[in-house]
């Protein structure tokens, strides 16, 4: 019995959200190719306080990989970057749908 249940494909099928059973929030799972199955959730998510030489203000995050299957390295910029891209994405559309507090 898979205890995953999946949801909303999002980012063009990069990923889908993903509940196990008896949980209280969902996870990522990741079907693109690269990252294929692995499962994780954010941890808290920031901002720097001053603009990087780009007038960029860099983001941070923790995540925890909650499975990862196909044993893929998880701490490889590559992945790190692909991952960073899904957090921008739901944190604009939680801008987007009056769903976030930026206080």
């Not at 990741?30 to 959730?41: A, C, S, T």
Request: hydrophobic share 40%.
């Amino acid at each position: 019995m898979n205890m995953w249940k999946r949801n909303l494909v999002m980012a063009k099928n990069k990923y889908v959200f993903a509940q196990k059973d008896g949980a209280d929030h969902s996870s990522i799972k990741i079907v693109d190719e690269r990252f294929k199955d692995v499962i994780f959730d954010f941890g808290s998510v920031g901002f720097a306080k001053e603009e990087n030489d780009k007038g960029e203000l860099a983001m941070k995050f923790d995540y925890t990989v909650v499975k990862n299957p196909n044993n893929i390295d998880t701490t490889t910029d590559e992945f790190v970057n692909f991952i960073g891209d899904i957090c921008v994405e739901l944190l604009e559309k939680q801008i987007k749908d009056g769903k976030l507090d930026l206080k």
